[in-house]
């Protein structure tokens, strides 16, 4: 006779920092035979990208994905007697490299944190959680998974300081009854807490606050680098077209921008818009950045999408605060969101999530900001 019990083995990302590590102490507490994995995206002075003959881009000592990073995961898992294991990713990692140089280059303004959750943790990390017997993968992300089966959802963390729940939104439906949260239910503050009743060393450890394969946050200078033909100077304009100033590559400036534009003026000037086609730059008023709705594309909906206006609030970017807007939907892949109050700055190029309440309804990447007119 077979044992029909169901398996109780998770694999959890271990990232070396406070909130991982209280994760891994939470799942043992609750029955679960842990495993612990660290993605390994590369070291420290080490080329990622081969694909690029000047390229050195190099994991940062301050990021998620250090040297450092991992010989905490490790003594963690050794303090808590789990299995650990590093990962290779470095391949797959190039994948979010690509598209993070391709967004900036095409005058989008990326979000490489949930590409990567996209690819590796939701599905680089399942595969191998299949390999070993896993049922679950877990992480140490502020967010929850509320209810059961059908009725499962994506949902806010308590502490609304720390909410992850915006990066996870490219989650699949289906990987959700595979996922564990363990810590969405708890403030910073008691997850610090807990390492230190459990004598983590990483109970004081800072949060990371940088693109690990950006260390030094010089966006310009990785792309430089990277791709040095694609950094071209160019004109800033108006948009009537009058030259006022000139850059050194589209790529120093983003959707909202008010500062190093390097322009005198009587009155502020904002980025409004950058246009790769002619590499220019276009500046203007606060009041050019005031939009009353967005179109987003390459969707992920936890919901059977709606073609008809839908109340919700509306997230776009990850330090901003949820709106009160309405969305529908015109195809599968492809929504429209009018906020109740224009929005400042919204960039294509990051991501749009809408909400029902505390829970994640579904979204995606914004292509363009919409007029009134465009809304009707």
Known sequence: MTDSTPTRKVLLAMSGGVDSSVAAVLLQEAGWDVVGCFMRLGSPGETLNEGCDTSRIKIGHQGCCSINDADDARTVAAR???????????????????????????????????RCNDWLKFGRLHEYARQV??????????????????????????????????????????????????????????????????????????????????????????????????????????????????????????????????????????????????NQVVVGDRTHLSAPGLEANDTNWFIDPPDTWTPCRAQ???????????????????FLVEFATPQFAVAPGQAVVCYDGDTVIGGGWIHRSLDASELT
Do not use: W
């Open 316 to 334: 776009i970017r990850y330090n901003a605060s949820a709106v009160p807007a309405r969305f529908r939907c015109p195809s599968p892949d492809r």
């Open 133 to 278: 017997g896993a049922s679950h993968v877990a992480s140490g992300h502020y967010a929850r998974l509320e209810g059961e089966g059908d009725d499962l959802r994506l949902c806010r963390g308590v502490d609304d300081g720390k909410d992850q729940s915006y990066v996870l939104f490219g989650a699949p439906r289906e990987r959700l009854g595979q996922m564990l949260l363990p810590i969405g239910n708890l403030t910073k503050d008691t997850v610090r807490g807990i390492a230190r009743d459990h004598d983590l060393p990483v109970f004081d450890k800072p949060d990371s606050q940088e693109i690990c394969f950006v260390p030094d946050n010089d966006y310009a200078g990785l792309l430089r680098r990277t791709d040095p033909d694609q950094m071209q100077a160019g004109e800033i304009v108006t948009p009537d077209g009058d030259v006022v100033g000139h850059h050194d590559g589209h790529q120093h400036f983003t959707v909202g921008q008010r500062r190093g534009l390097g322009i005198a003026a009587g009155t502020p000037l904002y980025v409004i818009d950058r246009q790769p086609e002619t």
């Open 80 to 114: 808590l007697n789990i299995p650990f294991y590093v990962l290779n990713f470095r391949d797959e990692f190039n994948r979010v490299i690509d598209y993070f140089r391709s967004e900036y280059h095409a005058g989008r303004t990326p979000n490489p944190c949930v």
